[in-house]
């Protein structure tokens, strides 16, 4: 299924239509969760495909078999993606991981009355912009970003494919009150302190691990592990799909990676539309790999 040109409008939000067909999007919104599902929630180059590995990981006690051996789009299938039935159905493993990017206004309903457990994954803004603007130029499915300017103002009006950064974060983590089942993990988090972050999630999965599963997770989660692991780095992709000469998948994983990008300029006027889109909302971001205190949102 190449459709490398199709854009799905679903809702409002482009989707590419690589990935996604009006039909799997709307099966997506009717998905019937299971109480033992783990779910996965980010916008696009959040840290999705770290907490896979973490996940992975955790469930398989640091064993890192079968993340070495399964892409990591067979062991967490997108919902929203075509091939996510096909995998889900012929899988009879428990819990069943499932990852998505769909906003909250949109999926919230299909989880209404489960007990599924929800990990989302955040990141800062700036530092998402240029990870996504890298990706677009290797990846064929998407439009082609323009410059860093053009692709920025995009971002900041949300007319990307995926939709709103801002409507994202803000649908999720304002269920963070009412769902019990949901975990907010900021990739800032997992980056500052890996071990931290494992063991809060394994114990939000209520499947509590000795220290050394716990290491054996922290190492072969570890940024340089997946990038050269080819069930994480998508160099599986055929260059049609992917063109690996234009970039790597796995890149840099930093924190703060915006500030070898940003003008002074786009920075000022990124802290304007990020105040007044983020009004009232408590989240905190580390903008800086060096922030000694989280700046508020």
Avoid at 40 to 63: A, F
Wanted: with cysteine; aromatic share 12%.
């Amino acid at each position: 299924m190449a459709r490398l040109d199709v854009i799905e409008m679903f809702h409002g939000i482009d989707f590419p239509g690589h990935l996604h067909t009006q039909d799997s999007l709307q099966l997506a919104l009717k998905f019937p969760f299971q109480d033992t599902d783990i779910l996965i929630v980010s916008y696009p180059k959040s840290g999705t495909t770290w907490m896979q590995e973490v996940i992975s990981l955790i469930l398989s006690r640091g064993d890192p078999h079968l993340s070495q051996t399964v892409p990591n789009w067979a062991r967490a299938p997108w919902l929203e993606q075509h091939y996510c039935a096909a995998v889900l159905g012929a899988s009879s493993t428990t819990p069943r991981v499932i990852t998505t990017h769909l906003p909250h206004h949109l999926l919230g309903p299909a989880l209404q009355g489960s007990k599924a457990k929800v990990i989302y994954v955040s990141r800062n803004p700036k530092d998402v912009a240029v990870s996504f603007y890298h990706f677009h130029k290797m990846a064929n499915f998407l439009p082609d970003p323009g410059s860093f300017s053009e692709f920025l103002n995009q971002f900041l009006e949300g007319t990307l494919n995926y939709g709103s950064w801002f409507d994202h974060v803000k649908g999720w983590t304002g269920q963070l009150a009412t769902m019990k089942n949901l975990l907010h993990i900021p990739y800032e988090e997992m980056s500052l302190d890996l071990h931290g972050a494992i063991k809060k999630v394994s114990s939000f999965l209520q499947c509590s691990l000795v220290e050394d599963e716990v290491n054996n997770c922290v190492k072969h989660c570890s940024f340089s592990s997946m990038k050269d692991n080819k069930m994480v780095n998508y160099t599986l992709i055929e260059e049609k799909i992917m063109d690996h000469s234009k970039g790597t998948f796995m890149r840099k994983g930093k924190v703060g990676d915006w500030t070898n990008h940003f003008t002074e300029e786009q920075n000022q006027y990124f802290e304007s539309v990020f105040k007044s889109k983020m009004q009232g909302c408590t989240l905190e971001f580390v903008w800086e790999e060096r922030d000694k205190e989280k700046t508020h949102g």
